[in-house]
């Protein structure tokens, strides 16, 4: 059987702008579009002309796409107004985009209470807008906002607004679950309900994900015939966001039915650049990616239960649906305390050491993680700390320097203006090639002031840790045993952009954070290949 083409609309830069928190400048516009038309999107909606400078500004300067068909959204003419006097659809159309979206209601209660107009005035303003939108040139395509409610309280109005549409000329009637409500079910039944009156090759559909179903509706609506799919990078959109397309795009590709059915367009190549598409975004935002993130975090591949490592190692088909480089992502195998022996020997391999699985060592590693875990320790999210545990276990790591104290003093006092300000201060003393090294360090907290101390002065190794940063720092209190601890996880890198995770835990913050720290230099030392001190 021949597959079908299924178009792929993204509206990140349109619905996913009404993403609470976010605020994409005209700059990061155009290197998300330019980004969406390298992977294979079909239509990329670019915002609503004359709704905001920013859109207009998008629309006057358009980013070149070599592949995608630049889409302006908006909405139909507004009540009382002709096409010709109306500057809102004047706008729209003046930014002279191949294709246009215009939202319509499809909804009676919507056209009463919204609009305060009647159903037939409701269907003139569909009709007459995409005609307008057809008479200009431009590819039409009408949003049938709130379809689906819209369809259960009154099916013959919500077709008749489609059949507008349709009748005025227009490519595509994208069917809207607006208020995201719909389950999977119902959508399915609609959309083959809607397909005794508008052929699927000319209906779309654009789901919002407030019952965790917006991916599966979508689905639901392709299986059932609809040859045009909405959705966003990571889900961005309104209120809960809308489809995700680093989730649908690979599922459409890969699984059946989909595999079989529709032909989206994507490469080999386009699907292996979803999960640096997903962290571009992320980029743009300033957001940590989501780790849990189908197909694409970085923990969709992450294997923690020693069970499934064990079995991983044998196979990845065991416990992988997908293999990962398919979509771009990677395999990791995690060390905590619900690892075997297997998690210990494939972190080691990936360390690039070999141990005979029968070595006393490994066993006493596996001990080693899950005493540490229970007192409060986090090895799977600092992997830079549970190298140099193993590596100190094999006798691998020198003995850099010993630090035999250290102070640290907050003082909050008023400056000679009256403001008042925080300083810290702290003393550290450390002893390296048998030369004890006495540094004060300020800084605006404990950590900061402890870490400019540390490497004020670590003799023979300040060369070694010059470009160190630590660039993030997580706290937690737990409890862990019967007292409560703190577990405090730093991030650090240096200027080859290399990231390391270390994690340090105690009763006191301040030391818990040292001890993060003491690691995170140790481990730089460590691969940069640091001579021991001479003690
Ligand atoms: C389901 C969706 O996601 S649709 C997209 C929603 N996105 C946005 O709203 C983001 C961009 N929007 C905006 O910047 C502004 O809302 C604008 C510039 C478009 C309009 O701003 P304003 O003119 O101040 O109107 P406002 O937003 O307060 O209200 C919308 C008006 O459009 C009318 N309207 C709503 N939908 C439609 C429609 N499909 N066709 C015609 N008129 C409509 C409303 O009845 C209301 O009219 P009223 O002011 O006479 O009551
Ligand atoms: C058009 C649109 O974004 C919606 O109906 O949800």
Redesign the pocket.
Known sequence: MERERLYLFDTTL??G??TQGVDFSVEDKTNIAKALDKLGIDYIEGG?P???PGDTAFFNNPPELQNATLTA???????GRSVSNDP?LSAILDAKTPAVC????SWDFHVDV???ITIEENLE?ISDSIAESVRQGREAMY?A?HFFDGYKANPEFALACLKAAYGAGARWMVL?D?NGGTLPDEVERIVTEVLEHIPGSHLGIHTHNDTENAVANTLMAVKAGVRQVQGTLNGLG?RCGNANMMSLIPSLVLKEPFKSMVDTGITEEGLKSVTLVSRLLDDILNRSPNLHQAYVGDAAFAHKGGLHVSAVEKDPRTYEHIEPQIVGNKRHLLVSDQAGRSNILAQLREFGLELDPKDPKVDRMLEEVKEREFKGFSYDGALASFELMARRRMGLVPKYFDVESFRVQVERRHNARGEIVSVTDAVVKVMVDGERYLSVGEGNGPVNALDAALRKDLGKYSDYIDDLRLVDFKVRILTSGTEAVTRVLIESTDKSNKRWFTVGVSPNIVDASFAAMIDSITYKLYKAGAPASLQ
Not at 73 to 79: I, L, Y
């Open positions: 349109r619905d702008a009404q609503w004359g709704a905001n959204f908006g909405m139909t003419r507004r009540p809102g215009l939202v319509g209601k919204a609009l305060g303003l949003d906002e809207c607006t309104e």
